[in-house]
């Protein structure tokens, strides 16, 4: 599981500091937004909308770019309500560049330059 969002509860997954959901009308609409900066990226990927009287939906996301807002309307009218939406699969890692990584090569090229400087100098 990378995410899970329950209508009366707390988020869930190694994901759940990336995203929101929000639960209209029964709740019969749920909408999964991206908040950052880590993101889903998953050559397969299940999303489930789960009522806990119901049968549950299962979509395939695997063309989801992990960014884009998931719009789940109209899902168990007159019968239910969604108890929890959840998005399944194995997670691809996004390479971050780390700051700290970015700081040390700026310093190092310039340590390269003024050795090669100081080499080229006639004696």
């Given amino acids: 599981m990378l995410y899970k969002s329950n209508y009366e509860g707390p988020e869930e997954g190694s994901y759940q500091s990336f995203y929101s959901t929000s639960f209209t009308g029964d709740p019969n609409n749920a909408v999964i937004s991206w908040d950052g900066p880590d993101y889903i990226v ?8 789960k009522d806990g009287n119901e049968p549950q939906y299962l979509f395939n996301i695997g063309s989801w770019n992990g960014q884009d807002v998931l719009d789940l309307q109209g899902f168990y009218p007159n019968r239910g309500a969604i108890s929890h939406v959840a998005i399944f699969g194995k997670s691809v890692p996004v390479q971050v560049p780390e700051p700290g990584t970015l700081g040390l090569l700026g310093p190092g090229i310039l340590g390269m330059l003024t050795i090669r400087r100081k080499l080229q100098k006639p004696a």
């Fill in 42 to 49: 998953c050559p397969e990927c299940f999303l489930v909308v």
